[in-house]
């Protein structure tokens, strides 16, 4: 049986070495920034790790020198913790473990002491009660679970009918397309939302005209992670929305002087807006995970695309069907953590016959599971670009697209035709959106 001092010296050790994990791999925090708590560190560790989470929190890089700066601790104190390796090998995920079965056994011991001594003191009943559940709360890890009574269900629901009344536009993130922003009060809190298309039917450009109009026109915060280009030829597509020029132009012509003029005075808006562009990121599920928490983290993004499901990787899936399964099931399960809406693009599988039709649920690449975990199915459908003049309802085709909500969970179906400029790839807004569901209201 190990004595108290050999317990103490244990966890010590496990203390330096989770948190050489935490200054040698930031990952390592990310990934489990709902188990790790201050708390399981003591003395100089203690100021170490709060000095982490705070540079992590204000967007700074946690170095050793800058972390010996904000902590007070000497240099070389923070350097010894980095460099800590006692000999075995033992994962950050089992030394959370270990830190949490101390942590708890250390507050359940000063629980009981608590209890006998406020017992015959005889002290208020209810007071004793409050601290008990305080401290028991202590104990649990990740994010703590709410329950919600009815008489509160009801009030969120009357704040929404309220808003509703006072004819608010939105309750979510407005996206400056009817289709989302009347249909479904903008992108809501929680949601999955699969977009999805054949290629060059402007799947990407859609997702980037929702962030730019919900950036620069709403001032919305969100965020995009791209696993097809580089940041540069991301700013160009943004930028062609500001200015007008294509963004082939931006990134390969040679701009007259005015041109470059005009290029100044148009992008000062997309300057300021609040679109947070992940740069290089590797194609593993977990580094997009992370990717995506440290921008709720740092920049408080609302929503974030992501391009593309069928670039993600994930560890020991080999097979398409249970990788994409596994993306759609873990961003789902995110996007309800964080309270952010998730937009994933995603390519569609090719027809039997090689023939390109309008798209359907069925085609979805890889696994029924994307429509499974998803509250919204959006197909956007380039009907000029196979030959036809004209859509069902004898609208022209001609720099139109087709984009319609094939599963809308809570929202049921819609349909709308916004215009495409094909040299710069924005989508303008079609206020008239038809909703295919008739026991409810069109727009």
């Not at 972390?67 to 995920?93: C, T």
């Not at 094939?406 to 916004?418: E, I, T």
Request: charged share 25%; proline share 2%.
């Amino acid at each position: 049986m190990k004595s108290l001092y050999d317990i103490q010296n244990e966890n010590e050790k496990y203390q330096n070495e989770l948190l050489s994990f935490i200054l040698n791999d930031g990952d390592v925090y990310i990934s489990n920034i709902n188990r790790v708590r201050a708390d399981y560190f003591t003395d100089e560790r203690r100021l170490i790790f709060d000095a982490y989470v705070k540079l992590i929190n204000e967007g700074r890089t946690p170095d050793v020198v800058t972390i010996s700066e904000q902590s007070k601790v000497r240099l070389e104190d923070v350097l010894k913790v980095a460099s800590f390796y006692s000999g075995s090998v033992i994962h950050p995920e089992n030394l959370i473990n270990e830190l949490y079965e101390y942590s708890a056994r250390k507050i359940l011991t000063n629980l009981a002491g608590f209890i006998s001594q406020q017992t015959q003191a005889v002290s208020e009943i209810d007071d004793i009660k409050q601290h008990i559940v305080s401290e028991l709360r202590k104990l649990e890890q990740g994010e703590a679970s709410k329950i919600i009574t009815m008489h509160e269900g009801i009030q969120s629901l009357y704040t929404v009918i309220n808003n509703n009344r006072k004819q608010q536009k939105f309750t979510g993130s407005p996206v400056g397309l009817s289709i989302v922003d009347k249909h479904m009060g903008g992108l809501q809190p929680g949601d999955l939302i699969i977009l999805a298309g054949e290629v060059s039917h402007g799947k990407t450009s859609l997702a980037m005209t929702m962030l730019y109009n919900s950036a620069v026109v709403f001032g919305c915060k969100c965020g995009f992670i791209s696993h097809e280009m580089t940041t540069e030829q991301v700013m160009a597509r943004f930028a062609a929305y500001a200015t007008g020029m294509s963004a082939k132009y931006l990134l390969i012509g040679k701009l007259y002087d005015n041109e470059v003029q005009q290029f100044g005075q148009k992008v000062s808006k997309l300057i300021e807006a609040n679109i947070f562009i992940q740069d290089y990121i590797k194609r593993e599920l977990s580094d997009t995970v992370n990717a995506i928490r440290m921008m709720v983290l740092q920049k408080s993004i609302k929503w974030i695309a992501v391009e593309n499901a069928g670039n993600i990787n994930v560890k020991g899936k080999i097979e398409d069907e249970a990788r994409t399964a596994e993306i759609s099931k873990t961003l789902k399960a995110l996007a309800l953590e964080l309270k952010i809406t998730i937009v994933l693009i995603s390519h569609l599988s090719r027809t039997k016959d090689g023939k390109k039709e309008q798209p359907e649920l069925h085609r979805l690449r890889h696994s029924g599971q994307l429509e499974a975990d998803a509250d919204v199915v959006m197909f956007v459908y380039r009907a000029e670009l196979h030959g036809c003049e004209t859509f069902d309802n004898g609208l022209s085709t001609e720099n139109r697209a087709k984009v319609y909500i094939a599963k809308g969970r809570n929202y049921g179906l819609a349909v709308s035709y916004p215009f495409f400029d094909e040299s710069t790839t924005y989508f303008t807004n079609d206020e008239n959106v038809s909703n295919s569901n008739e026991n409810e209201p069109a727009f």
